[in-house]
């Protein structure tokens, strides 16, 4: 079983960044990869990064180019630093821990970007 703790969201206005961390309760390299998904009201929760115990990086294409996945292995905490900023990329953003078969959720963090 592993948990997932978010912080980090908030408002902000376009243009601005943020940065979410996700604290995980077991070692980050037991995990098969990590990422953070989200989802608008109304609309399906869509893919925004992973990355694999092998550090490999996978975005989506919304926010390729502005958004970046990276860990600390220390602290077994992944990290998604959110540049450019534009209010479509308002949702509620969930940190996901893979570990075959299993995917594990944390609760969620709100990003609210302004006009």
């Known amino acids: 079983q592993v948990q997932l703790v978010e912080s980090g969201g908030g408002l902000v206005q376009a243009g601005g960044s943020l940065r979410l961390s996700c604290a995980a309760t077991k070692t980050i390299f037991s995990i098969n990869a990590m990422g953070w998904y989200r989802q608008a009201p109304g609309k399906q929760r869509e893919l925004v990064a992973t990355i694999t115990s092998g550090g490999n990086t996978t975005y989506g294409d919304s926010v390729k180019g502005r958004f970046t996945i990276s860990r600390d292995g220390a602290k077994n905490t992944v990290y998604l630093q959110m540049n450019s900023l534009k209010p479509e990329d308002t949702a509620v953003y969930y940190c996901?821990?893979?570990?075959?078969?299993?995917?594990?959720w944390g609760q969620g963090t709100q990003v609210t970007v302004s006009s």
């Open positions: 996901t821990a893979v570990v075959f078969p299993m995917a594990h």
